[in-house]
């Protein structure tokens, strides 16, 4: 069965499973802040499941492609719609900064959590 690493975890899922939903499943946060009230239920239509993947992934969908081929989204053609993905072994996930993940900067990767940001004392 493939394992999913993100934001710290690895896990067991079956093989063809949703990436999304697993993700979910896991309490993995898949969504900027704002996108966690507004997006698509993954339909493919919002763009903000987005993601870095490294491992044995499904082809794009074509609503995938459709999505992915205007700005933000362009610029990082290599990063997939977590909505649109299945799972077919073994992978590991990053999540990039901004609305729809399409920054450059990591909040989360395989192997570590959202990064903590340091708290500054009042003067
Ligand atoms: S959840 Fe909207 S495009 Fe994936």
Same mark, same amino acid.
């Given at each position: 069965m493939p394992m999913i690493? +993100? $934001?710290g975890k690895t896990f067991e899922v079956a093989e063809g499973? /949703?990436?999304r $939903? +697993?993700?979910?499943?896991?309490?993995? /946060?898949l969504y900027s802040a704002g996108a966690k009230v507004f997006n698509c239920r993954g339909h493919g239509t919002? @763009?903000?499941c987005f993601i870095g993947v490294e491992g044995s992934v499904s082809e794009p969908t074509e609503e995938e492609t459709k999505r992915t081929i205007f700005h933000p989204h362009f610029a990082h053609r290599e990063r997939r719609l977590a909505c649109q993905v299945k799972v077919m072994g /073994? *992978?590991?996930?990053?999540? =990039? $900064?901004?609305? =729809?993940?399409?920054? $450059?900067d990591s909040i989360w990767t #395989?192997?570590? @959590? #959202? *990064?903590e940001l340091p708290s500054i004392p009042l003067p």
């Open positions: 690493t +993100a $934001e499973s /949703n990436l $939903e +697993a993700l979910l499943e896991q309490d993995i /946060n919002c @763009g903000t /073994n *992978v590991s996930i990053t999540k =990039f $900064e901004g609305y =729809f993940g399409d920054g $450059e #395989p192997d570590r @959590g #959202p *990064v």
